[in-house]
């Protein structure tokens, strides 16, 4: 027998599913609608601002770029919560829908990195026009392009749209079952760990920094504080910052006992010792 519960659960799923397959619909139209229009205008039309660049059609020009990303700033600037962007955000919806399909039938973890790599490119007007004008609204393409920055090591813009997330209090499509807090700290820190010893540019340890000061106090699973502690700890160690990064990692500690810091808490604390501090 199916409960109460799991009936409203999958009464809302359906709902939302409905309401992506509608707003693919219409980008669909509206992009036809589109073309149809510029065909009769002949050569002189302007190209679709929201058309992604077909394969090996090159990047679009700095004044095509400065062009979309107004126009996702007026439609973002005079959005509600039921469209977010407008037009906008409808059309950049349908494709990110169908790229999200794209990446589901690669098997490997790597490729589809460089896959998502390729990709953003064709949505960065669209993050900068929507980050611009700051609408507030809830907004899936933006808090799935947040997810693929972070999977692809741009931990700044990644982080650029956290924080507005975090000001505007959206959460990340229900795919990831995992909340923003959760997803960017867990994100982040992983990069951290897994390029221990590597920061000529200070990105890693600004990044970290960033999101402790973002999310260090906000409800998520305490091994993954632990592990956004653990990271801190090691880049605050390795920018010679011992006293600060036995703070940090004393707080991965007591927030997970198997966070496997404890050889290196002994160590920061002799080396304090030892000079005297």
Not at 22 to 50: I, L, V, Y
Not at 55 to 61: A, D, E, F, I, M
Not at 90 to 99: F, R
């Amino acid at each position: 027998m199916v409960s109460p519960a799991k009936k409203r659960f999958e009464k809302v799923q359906a709902a939302r599913e409905a309401a992506r397959a509608e707003a693919q619909e219409k980008a669909r139209k509206a992009q036809g609608k589109r073309e149809e229009q510029a065909a009769k205008r002949g050569s002189e039309a302007k190209p679709n601002p929201f058309q992604k660049q077909p394969s090996g059609g090159g990047p679009l020009s700095p004044a095509a770029k400065r062009y979309q990303r107004k126009l996702v700033e007026k439609e973002a600037s005079a959005s509600t919560p039921d469209r977010p962007t407008g037009d906008a955000y409808e059309l950049h919806l349908a494709a990110i829908i169908e790229d999200t399909r794209r990446l589901h039938d690669i098997q490997s973890i790597e490729r589809k990195v460089e896959a998502k790599r390729e990709l953003l490119p064709n949505y960065e007007e669209y993050v900068k026009g929507v980050l611009q004008a700051a609408p507030g609204h809830q907004d899936e393409v933006l808090m799935t392009l947040m997810v693929w920055y972070l999977d692809v090591g741009d931990l700044e813009t990644g982080l650029d749209i956290a924080d507005y997330a975090v000001a505007n209090g959206l959460e990340t499509p229900d795919r990831y079952q995992r909340t923003t807090a959760n997803l960017v700290a867990e994100e982040v820190a992983v990069s951290a760990l897994e390029t221990e010893g590597e920061d000529p540019d200070g990105k890693f340890i600004q990044a970290v920094e960033r999101t402790v000061n973002m999310f260090g106090e906000s409800d998520m699973h305490d091994q993954v504080k632990a592990k956004l502690y653990k990271a801190y700890g090691y880049r605050l160690r390795d920018s010679g910052k011992p006293d600060q990064a036995l703070d940090a990692l004393d707080r991965a500690l007591k927030l997970n006992d198997r966070a496997g810091v404890k050889k290196d808490i002994e160590a920061l604390r002799k080396e304090l010792k030892n000079s005297g501090e």
